[in-house]
């Protein structure tokens, strides 16, 4: 037998799950059959590591990465990472050149921004692929649904320069219960879009779903599909959970260090917000708001050990928690589990995002970079392999 998992980590790590991702992909091309996929990585692929996450998913086939920012689309072209990459987030005039040596594609969401491309194209003598953004509802980049025409007008002029692989959109609400928005923007958008059959012209690639959308909406589902959180096991709303069962990916695991007895009324951590009632067992673990467990589960958030839930008491400091475990045993090397599974018992980004207030996207890419990604594949945790 090779090592297990807790031999390739000393303090904490968030351990991936490869084979879950590909489950969750395969839940992709059964709702978007023959669609194709614009794996979402943005954010160091939603807390899972952008390189290997970035690697399975172009090693199982999505036709696209997606990120946000040049600056990760860059990690991936150093990792080696070959398959095209679209960056839909806004980009600066002094990194068009980067884009364009690295063979990453442009969202292209203003005549402005259309024309500083066009010029930088034609000094590399490079013909460059971009993907136009209709903002049919969501305020944020992209031409306004109803000007579309004028950005589309613009890219065909500069057709010399200007590759238009798509035109896409976004939904603002996809994931709410009452989906009448996202109707009306998704037909904001096929109006759009018929500027190209008005003008008898070639139609790009139409692309508006996220993972909502895949879930929920069929007829979204147009020529490219974009899932991301779903990619990770999570869905973005209740309102979908029973459209697909999906696994999640990551678990976050800590070791233990250290035991002590907390004696009857003593207090723990910063700002004393805590006491303990007897004569307790409890367990500092070495992980904190700096790895990205959030402060707000003071006093809230649970740990799984020896496959029983144990509550986080005190202040989270910025390096350390304290879990109390009453009367039960723990020892130096035990694995806690913060998200995850340990015996029957499961603790959710889900979970940990409703304490919180938040989604389970903000928990998962709050996973800083101090905790280790070790990557494994199902049932095979022997064959782990760290980094
Ligand atoms: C993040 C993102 C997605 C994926 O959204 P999910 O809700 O995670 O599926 C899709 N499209 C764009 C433009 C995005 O920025």
Known sequence: MGPSVSDLYHRAAAVIDLACIRHNLNVVRAKAPGRKIIAMIKANAYGHGLMQTGAHLAA????????A?????????????????????????????????????????????????SESAAFYKKRVNVHLKVDTGM????????????????ALKAEKQVNVVSVFSHFANADSEDLSFTRLQLERFLEAARFYERHCLPKPLLQIANSAA??????????MVRPGIMLYGYHPSP???TAASLRPALSLRAKVM???????????????????????????????????????????GQVLLRGRRHLVVGTVCMDQIVVCIGDGEAYNGDEAVLIGRQGDEVITAH?????????????????????????INEKREQEAISK
């Open 139 to 154: 305020m944020r980049i992209g031409i306004r649904h109803s000007n579309a025409d004028l950005l589309f007008s613009a």
């Open 258 to 300: 250290y035991f002590k007895v907390i004696l009857k009324g003593s207090s723990v951590g910063y700002g004393r917000t805590w006491t303990a009632l007897e004569n307790w067992g409890a367990v500092p673990l070495p992980v904190g708001y700096a790895d990205g467990y959030a402060r707000g589960l003071s006093n809230k």
């Open 60 to 67: 199982e086939g999505v036709d696209y990465l997606g990120t």
């Open 214 to 223: 895949i879930l929920r909406m069929p007829e979204s589902l147009l020529d």
């Open 69 to 117: 920012f040049v600056e990760e689309a860059l990690e991936l072209r150093k990792a080696g990472i070959t398959i095209p990459i679209i960056t839909s987030g806004p980009f600066s005039k002094f990194q068009i050149g980067l884009f364009i040596e690295n063979q990453i594609d442009f969202t292209v969401g203003s005549t402005d921004a259309l024309h500083l491309i």
């Open 351 to 375: 979970d940990l995002a409703s304490q919180l207030d938040t989604i389970s996207y903000e928990v998962l890419t709050g996973i800083s970079q101090r905790v280790p990604r070790i990557f």
């Open 239 to 241: 309102h979908s959970a």
